[in-house]
């Protein structure tokens, strides 16, 4: 078991979006002058360590089950390699995801002996009910989407924010409902290589129930809806002037949605690539507006 492998299994190119959607938290306290750089580092740690722990367990559940030996492999989609190829072992799979989670569990503990109350134990048990019945449960009945919305987005957004003086308000909450919809259309779009695939297998993903092209339009709606959230709360004051700044990321998002009803297996690698391009974009020039102005 090498670094690469485990670079592989515990999905590396997706823990950016960890990184960002801490650092959307920390830019929002920021702007409130309540910004703890310690507590922050600190949740952010814990954010990518839940994040390996979880992609590693989905990516053993997925190669036990033999998906991921019939994907088609893109740089974003079709399972670690280094799996299917033998290159780390299942059991030495499931091993990554529980030491990463163990490693996480002392910063929480810290976090409750520092804020006393049920925000925190109640927030990542959600959070890993939501990530550990993914595979089995919540992609077989439609929801695997907005789960990961919500598990990878709302709460880790609402996390970083409350742990700098262990409350968090309306403003607050908004900024974290406008994270939903990054996760949400990168896993939305994330899935169209894997169509086929996932039926054999039972899934019932967003594309399977819809179909490419009205997932390609609920796309576009998503990100419309992100453009309307980030003016509403600029609006009603949820968020800061400087929010504004995540409307520069919504041509990228037209043209992701405009790629995928046109995409086919030659083009859906580009395709993939928009979406990561966009969700990453969107996040972060959402904490950057936060800062700068």
């Known amino acids: 078991?090498?670094?690469?492998?485990?670079?592989?299994?515990?999905?590396?190119?997706?823990?950016?979006?960890?990184?960002?959607l801490a650092y959307v938290g920390a830019a929002f306290a920021y702007s409130r002058d309540i910004l703890d750089l310690t507590s922050t580092f600190l949740g952010a740690a814990a954010l990518i360590l839940l994040h390996i722990s979880v992609n590693s367990i989905n990516s053993a559940r997925d190669y036990k089950k033999?998906?991921?030996?019939?994907?088609?492999?893109?740089?974003?989609?079709?399972?670690?390699?280094?799996?299917?190829?033998?290159?780390?072992?299942?059991?030495?799979?499931?091993?990554?995801?529980?030491?990463?989670?163990?490693?996480?569990?002392?910063?929480?503990?810290?976090?409750?002996?520092?804020?006393?109350?049920?925000?925190?134990?109640?927030?990542?048990?959600?959070?890993?009910?939501?990530?550990?019945?993914y595979t089995d449960i919540l992609s077989r009945i439609g929801l695997g989407e907005v789960s990961a919305g919500v598990g990878l987005g709302?709460?880790?957004?609402?996390?970083?924010?409350?742990?700098?003086?262990?409350?968090?308000?309306?403003?607050?909450?908004?900024?974290?409902?406008?994270?939903?919809?990054?996760?949400?259309?990168?896993?939305?779009?994330?899935?169209?290589?894997?169509?086929?695939?996932?039926?054999?297998?039972g899934r019932k993903t967003l594309p399977i129930i819809l179909g490419k092209n009205a997932s390609a339009a609920l796309y576009l709606f998503m990100v419309i809806l992100f453009g309307i959230l980030v003016i509403y709360g600029l609006y009603t004051g949820f968020l800061p002037s400087g929010a504004i700044l995540a409307l520069l990321s919504t041509p990228l998002g037209i043209l992701c949605s405009y790629k995928a009803f046109a995409s086919s297996a030659d083009t859906a690698n580009e395709v993939l690539k928009l979406n990561v391009a966009w969700t990453h974009l969107s996040l972060l020039l959402l904490g950057t507006g936060l800062i700068i102005f």
Do not use: W
């Open 66 to 133: 033999g998906i991921d030996s019939e994907t088609d492999k893109t740089d974003f989609s079709g399972g670690p390699e280094a799996l299917v190829e033998g290159e780390i072992s299942y059991k030495e799979t499931v091993l990554v995801s529980i030491v990463s989670a163990l490693i996480s569990l002392p910063i929480f503990l810290y976090f409750q002996t520092v804020y006393s109350g049920i925000f925190v134990p109640v927030t990542v048990s959600l959070g890993l009910l939501i990530a550990f019945s």
């Open 1 to 20: 078991m090498d670094v690469e492998s485990v670079a592989d299994v515990s999905r590396a190119k997706f823990l950016v979006l960890s990184i960002l």
């Open 154 to 201: 709302v709460l880790p957004v609402l996390m970083i924010i409350y742990i700098q003086q262990g409350s968090f308000d309306t403003s607050g909450l908004y900024l974290s409902l406008c994270a939903f919809i990054p996760t949400f259309n990168l896993l939305l779009i994330n899935h169209f290589p894997d169509i086929e695939v996932d039926r054999r297998y």
